[in-house]
């Protein structure tokens, strides 16, 4: 799967969780992820966080788990 895939389905998923936070009334949650999917580089810098994040927390011995609801 390549990175423009995988950047697509991050920017995706941020689409949903926008939809859900919309649905649960947690509008200040639905304008925040809005405002930042107009950024066009929204998507890679998602990706980014979640790279940075989960090297940290192998730095600090602890294990997580990143689940992934489309695949």
């Not at 649960?24 to 925040?32: A, T």
């Not at 999917?37 to 966080?49: S, W």
């Amino acid at each position: 799967m390549s990175l423009r895939h995988r950047l697509h389905i991050m920017k995706r998923m941020l689409e949903d969780y926008a939809c859900i936070f919309h649905s649960l009334n947690e509008l200040p949650y639905c304008k925040g992820l809005i405002d930042y999917l107009n950024d066009p580089e929204a998507g890679y810098n998602a990706v980014l966080h979640l790279l940075r994040k989960s090297l940290e927390t192998e730095k600090k011995k602890e294990q997580g788990l990143i689940v992934n609801p489309y695949g």
